[in-house]
């Protein structure tokens, strides 16, 4: 099928009216949880993923997929306005963007982040479009060897771009890949870890474990100083840029969406990345780099940009080789499966229609978030006065029945218990939990490939570095090993992560 | 002297995750490396796990940077995760009406600055919101009031 067609295909299935009320209610769920501190795009959709589970297939991925690119666009608003970053990717926005506010210029650092996004997401999801079919093709040779060897790169690279402790993030995807062990053996049917309780003969329910590190974790922390959000909302006008301004944003959005499309690729933080490396390059590149940090446009344009650009380049590992690049995606690859498609390079053959509907609905969700950010900005602004003690119960209340309701088992709200606990005190402890979710999800793929690889090579383990696409992906897994370590990257990489933590 | 509490605390927590998983997964069958047993895979991690939880056990004690692991906020850790198990222990039993209403009511005490009125407005607005979300608008069949209850 060439590209034309498959287009067509695409836009046949996302313009159908239930496909494009739910990519509206997607989106717009995005916005309103990249606006609302204390709750981000995971566990939104962690909690809302049981509820899809009577559409249709391709609808539910459009709506999950647009919570995800939708939060991109909320995040910004509170950056800039109240210097909250809503999204970890926003942080860097919150820099120059509340700066712009603080200096009265609120209404042209919204419509900077708001057409930033927007062109970063249009063109992201053209590298999707373009990339992702010979990706796929390549993937389709793939045997249990490449995979495997795949999967250990996948893990390796989200260590390496993670921030904090390299030994710490090591430890979380180990961990995730033991929990994601529980369960009924493959093939031999021993139930594993399951104390005798039926219940877990399937395994841990990864929506509870996404739930609980994400979703109630997160409100145990948000308690700690239970500090009142007092903010001062100035009301935002001149919501236009003048001619000045959109000049000089042109190039740094460019440069941007060239930056996050590529990083968006990359497992791991790749959004976070991107939009501090657009940081980076824009302070470097400007005849004025003294205005960095005091309200430079270019800081909001470049980020902004980069970071949606990598949030749609981020579907492609996943829609091609079934690897998620971070924990927002090892949802999407739930959602996959629990509609019954394994995601992976046989997605496009055998269910072009999702395919090509799910990538086209990028494109409808990005309008429709442009539309819906820059006139309605100021309701979103209002959102932002809901107070937190209506807000948390509500995450809690939700929590538990979103969940309950995927497979009415009490078993799986007790989970979301003991994640959150766990999730919580590791937190305390130093240690992030994307690594934990990653490793959970991709734990069963895992075991399963090295098993399957080794039956099939008669258990030589020469396999995995005799077959040459599996050499090559090992050999970059110790490449990005040899990266995070080194000492004079590793200090750059300090650097890059440590603004990150919001002011 | 220890220099980092937290990094010897996460590493106690690994190594203990890890020798769990490793010892438990002895019992299923390690088998060899052509047929792997059911053992094999989370034998080798849980190794892994509490031989890199010993080394930032290590790290804490010798290199480790120090930070506070800061305040705990005990009360609402246990009203959150109390609620959570309330609601997996009722909700067959007594359905999701009475369930919804006593788990939101006991987070929204998790908040210092609750009031009991406040916090009983903000449940039954939470009960009402999630019935009309779940069972209304997204007809999920869950029994709104369950058998203990009914007569």
């Known amino acids: 099928?060439?590209?034309?067609?498959?287009?067509?295909?695409?836009?046949?299935?996302?313009?159908?009216?239930?496909?494009?009320?739910?990519?509206?209610?997607?989106?717009?769920?995005?916005?309103?949880?990249?606006?609302?501190?204390?709750?981000?795009?995971?566990?939104?959709?962690?909690?809302?993923?049981?509820?899809?589970?009577?559409?249709?297939?391709?609808?539910?991925?459009?709506?999950?997929?647009?919570?995800?690119?939708?939060?991109?666009?909320?995040?910004?608003?509170?950056?800039?306005?109240?210097?909250?970053?809503?999204?970890?990717?926003?942080?860097?926005?919150?820099?120059?963007?509340?700066?712009?506010?603080?200096?009265?210029?609120?209404?042209?650092?919204?419509?900077?982040?708001?057409?930033?996004?927007?062109?970063?997401?249009?063109?992201?999801?053209?590298?999707?479009?373009?990339?992702?079919?010979?990706?796929?093709?390549?993937?389709?040779?793939?045997?249990?060897?490449e995979f495997f060897s795949l999967v250990v790169l996948g893990l390796i690279a989200s260590i390496a771009l993670a921030r904090g402790s390299m030994l710490n993030a090591l430890a979380m995807i180990v961990l995730g890949l033991l929990f994601g062990t529980v369960g009924q053996d493959i093939y031999t049917g021993t139930?594993?870890?399951?104390?005798?309780?039926?219940?877990?003969?399937?395994?841990?329910?990864?929506?509870?474990?996404?739930?609980?590190?994400?979703?109630?974790?997160?409100?145990?922390?948000?308690?700690?100083?239970?500090?009142?959000?007092?903010?001062?909302?100035?009301?935002?006008?001149?919501?236009?840029?003048?001619?000045?301004?959109?000049?000089?944003?042109?190039?740094?959005?460019?440069?941007?969406?060239?930056?996050?499309?590529?990083?968006?690729?990359?497992?791991?933080?790749?959004?976070?990345?991107?939009?501090?490396?657009?940081?980076?390059?824009?302070?470097?590149?400007?005849?004025?780099?003294?205005t960095f940090g005091h309200g430079a446009i270019e800081g909001v344009a470049g980020p902004e940009s980069a970071n949606n650009a990598a949030a749609q380049t981020s579907f492609i590992p996943l829609l091609t080789l079934g690897l998620p690049a971070h924990p927002v995606m090892a949802l999407m690859l739930g959602a996959f499966i629990i509609h019954g498609i394994i995601p992976g390079p046989n997605v496009i053959k055998d269910e072009p229609a999702l395919f090509w509907g799910l990538i086209v609905s990028f494109w409808i969700g990005n309008v429709i978030l442009i539309m819906l950010n820059l006139p309605l900005i100021r309701i979103w602004v209002k959102l932002l006065t809901v107070p937190y003690n209506i807000l948390f119960p509500a995450i809690v209340a939700f929590a538990c029945i979103g969940t309950y309701s995927l497979?009415?088992?009490?078993?799986?709200?007790?989970?979301?218990?003991?994640f959150a606990l766990l999730g919580y005190i590791l937190v305390k402890l130093g240690c992030e939990p994307a690594p934990l979710l990653l490793g959970f999800v991709l734990g069963p793929l895992l075991e399963q490939h090295l098993r399957r690889a080794l039956i099939i090579s008669q258990g030589d383990p020469s396999v995995f570095v005799t077959r040459p696409i599996s050499l090559v992906l090992l050999i970059a897994a110790v490449g990005a090993l040899l990266i995070a370590v080194l000492p004079s990257i590793r200090k750059q990489r300090e650097v890059v992560f440590q603004e990150e933590d919001p002011v | 002297m220890p220099r980092s509490h937290k990094d010897i605390l996460a590493g106690l927590v690994f190594v203990g995750f890890g020798m769990a998983f490793a010892v438990l997964a002895l019992g299923y069958g390690i088998g060899t490396t052509v047929r792997m047993g059911p053992g094999y895979f989370p034998f080798f991690l849980g190794g892994a796990l509490a031989l890199i939880g010993a080394l930032i056990v290590a790290r804490g004690v010798l290199a480790g940077e120090e930070g506070a692991i800061g305040d705990i906020p005990w009360r609402a850790v246990g009203l959150i995760l109390g609620a959570i198990v309330v609601f997996g222990l009722t909700v067959r039993g007594l359905g999701?009406?009475?369930?919804?209403?006593?788990?939101?009511?006991?987070?929204?005490?998790?908040?210092?600055?609750?009031?009991?009125?406040?916090?009983?407005?903000?449940?039954?607005?939470?009960?009402?919101?999630?019935?009309?979300?779940?069972?209304?608008?997204?007809?999920?069949?869950?029994?709104?009031?369950?058998?203990?209850?009914?007569?």
């Open chain 2, 96 to 151: 999701l009406i009475p369930s919804t209403f006593a788990t939101a009511l006991m987070s929204a005490f998790a908040s210092r600055r609750a009031g009991v009125l406040s916090a009983v407005a903000v449940a039954i607005g939470l009960t009402v919101l999630c019935v009309l979300i779940f069972v209304i608008a997204l007809s999920l069949r869950l029994p709104l009031v369950g058998n203990w209850i009914r007569f």
């Open chain 1, 1 to 145: 099928m060439d590209l034309i067609s498959s287009l067509a295909l695409g836009f046949a299935t996302a313009l159908t009216p239930e496909n494009l009320f739910y990519c509206f209610v997607g989106v717009l769920l995005g916005t309103l949880v990249g606006v609302l501190p204390g709750i981000g795009p995971t566990a939104t959709i962690a909690m809302l993923l049981p509820v899809t589970f009577n559409f249709e297939p391709v609808t539910a991925l459009i709506m999950l997929a647009g919570i995800y690119y939708g939060a991109q666009y909320g995040g910004s608003t509170t950056a800039i306005l109240i210097n909250l970053p809503g999204e970890s990717s926003s942080a860097v926005t919150a820099i120059d963007g509340h700066e712009m506010a603080r200096g009265g210029r609120a209404g042209a650092a919204l419509a900077t982040a708001a057409l930033g996004s927007f062109f970063g997401g249009i063109v992201g999801t053209f590298v999707v479009v373009l990339f992702a079919p010979a990706l796929a093709s390549v993937a389709l040779g793939f045997g249990s060897a």
């Open chain 1, 407 to 418: 497979n009415q088992n009490p078993f799986d709200v007790f989970a979301i218990a003991f």
């Open chain 1, 191 to 290: 139930p594993r870890f399951t104390f005798g309780a039926r219940e877990l003969f399937s395994g841990i329910n990864f929506v509870s474990v996404a739930v609980g590190i994400f979703g109630i974790a997160e409100i145990l922390r948000n308690l700690e100083g239970d500090a009142t959000r007092s903010v001062a909302i100035k009301t935002v006008k001149n919501l236009w840029l003048t001619r000045m301004d959109a000049r000089s944003i042109v190039a740094p959005v460019l440069r941007g969406t060239a930056l996050g499309a590529t990083l968006g690729v990359l497992p791991g933080a790749g959004h976070v990345l991107a939009s501090f490396g657009s940081y980076s390059v824009e302070k470097r590149v400007s005849k004025r780099p003294d």
